[in-house]
């Protein structure tokens, strides 16, 4: 892998405020959004739906979802997407968000890479191994429940805690046997290390991602979130209609090569659907796994996870 990749697509520092989105104009309210690695911000903006908008955005960018959702907890942002287990662990830590739209992709986003020459051949395989993820990530949830149906317990591999980078750094030095990661993570290690993938989420998690507000927003800025919401929406379903030129901008917004950003979208399609009692009932499972393995300990309510006065949002 060249350095112009490798930075392009490890190297987020955090929060960059960017450049508004919408037409300029003073006394605008202003929306702040946050976007994982160019994804929301590249959607929306591709597609159009921001044209019109009765507010200005400004964007700001993060590696993860877990310091995005601080930011939201913090008021920092107004919106940002998350899936739904660093939302319900950083729910069920205190954060101060709520879930006002859904998104469901199937769960093939998310995928345990071993290197190619690893004797791991089996998920069974990965008993007294070294595995590398974030802490309360997609990643995590899907190696508890990958653990689970092997057969094996949480204590039966030694997990180690790593942003996006430093884990791609260990994985590629050979430090750790295994890493749980998503999105084009999951491409740039494919495709240029050659990785395997040992195990996906494909009917394994449910794979549904959330636009999560602040309750602050929620608040005081009801009307540009359910016009933004709408025009997500109207968003997503275009980008699962068009991968390509989803995957162009994408690589545009992120400097991900075209490659790299194709075979992202084409594994992370997010279709917009209700908030209802599946989030309800899969938020349970989430958190029943995280806490049955000692990664949490609160016992909030997932139902006071989720807003459903937005699902209009979704016509």
């Known amino acids: 892998m060249d350095r112009r990749q490798l930075v392009a697509g490890l190297a987020f520092g955090g929060l960059t405020a960017s450049l508004s989105a919408c037409a300029k104009g003073s006394g605008q309210p202003v ?17 159009g739906a921001l044209e019109g908008a009765p507010y200005r955005i400004e964007w700001s960018e993060f590696p993860a979802a877990a310091p995005l959702l601080e930011a939201l907890s913090a008021s920092a942002v107004d919106l940002g997407e998350a899936g739904d287990a660093p939302f319900l662990f950083a729910y069920a830590g205190g954060a101060r968000i709520k879930a006002v739209q859904a998104g469901q992709t199937g769960g093939a986003g998310t995928a345990i890479l071993v290197r190619k020459d690893s004797p791991i051949a089996t998920p069974a395989d990965l008993k007294g191994r070294k595995i590398a993820t974030g802490r309360g990530s997609i990643g ?159 016992a909030r309510d997932p139902a006071g996870a989720f807003d459903a006065s937005f699902n209009g949002a979704l016509a």
């Open 140 to 298: 995590h949830y899907l190696l508890l429940r990958v653990l689970e149906n092997a057969g094996l317990k949480p204590t039966d591999v030694t997990l180690v805690y790593l942003t996006p980078g430093d884990a791609k750094a260990a994985f590629t030095a050979g430090s750790i046997d295994a890493w749980v990661t998503w999105g084009s993570y999951i491409a740039l290690a494919r495709l240029h290390d050659a990785a395997r993938i040992l195990a996906d989420g494909q009917g394994v998690i449910s794979g549904f991602g959330y636009e999560a507000a602040s309750e602050r927003a929620i608040t005081d800025k009801r009307p540009q979130v359910e016009d933004f919401l709408k025009r997500l929406a109207k968003a997503r379903r275009w980008a699962a209609a068009n991968p390509e030129a989803f995957a162009k901008a994408l690589s545009r917004e992120t400097g991900l090569s075209d490659e790299i950003a194709l075979y992202t979208v084409r594994n992370y399609r997010a279709l917009p659907t209700p908030i209802g009692p599946d989030s309800v009932a899969e938020a349970k499972a989430v958190l029943d796994h995280f806490r049955a393995a000692g990664a949490i300990s609160g």
């Open 31 to 47: 929306l702040k959004v946050g976007s994982q690695r160019g994804g929301t911000k590249a959607v929306l903006l591709s597609s």
